[in-house]
């Protein structure tokens, strides 16, 4: 396994910090959203507080990259002032995991949209998961549960994977990341 280098760390840092001052603002923006969809149709937003996983994860292509871009996402927005408090780290974490998973399951080796969609979905499992212990099955309907389930995989594969896959692929064309994982792999891809 290949160690971290000092500039992929700052970059993850940098990613997760900017990522978690966009998650302070989107937390912000879900209060009229919500008000206007409902708590359940407003869900369509889930994915862009996961988009920090999979665009680090596909930057640095190392196991833990998305656990950690996310954990530090979501500790930035709790400390810049989230009204989800606590709560906001603690679903950072288990999005994080759930997000790493998607990467697991293809050793580290495959970052390709499918791979990146996936790490969105997975990371809306573990919301879920973290929702359902901390508010118990019987907080939700049979049907609420499954219109935010269903609308948290979609929106975590869009807004989440394939919206970090566009935002890097454009970057990788501009050469800023060529000295990372991505940019690397798509020279080889080229050559």
């Known amino acids: 396994m290949n160690s971290w280098k000092m500039k992929e760390i700052i970059v993850m840092m940098m990613l997760a910090v900017a990522c978690g001052v966009l998650y302070l603002g989107w937390s912000t923006l879900w209060l009229p ?16 507080w996961v988009i920090a996983s999979p665009l680090v994860a596909y930057i640095i292509q190392k196991p833990g990259a998305a656990l950690i871009a996310e954990v530090v996402a979501a500790a930035v927005e709790l400390f810049t002032g989230s009204h989800f408090g606590l709560s906001a780290l603690l679903i950072g974490l288990a999005q994080g995991i759930g997000a790493e998973v998607a990467f697991l399951l293809v050793g ?6 499918f791979t990146l969609m996936l790490s969105g979905m997975f990371a809306a499992v573990g919301s879920m998961v973290y929702s359902l212990v901390v508010n118990g099955f019987a907080y939700y309907t049979t049907t609420t549960l499954l219109l935010t389930f269903s609308l948290q995989l979609v929106s975590g594969a869009l807004l989440g994977g394939l919206l970090a896959k566009i935002i890097v692929d454009s970057l990788v064309k501009t050469g ?7 940019g690397r792999q798509q020279k080889r891809r080229a050559a």
């Open 33 to 48: 959203i919500s008000a206007i969809f409902g708590p359940v149709g407003a869900n369509w937003m889930f994915g862009i």
């Open 108 to 113: 580290y080796r495959n970052f390709n949209t």
């Open 176 to 182: 800023t990341l060529n000295g990372y994982a991505v």
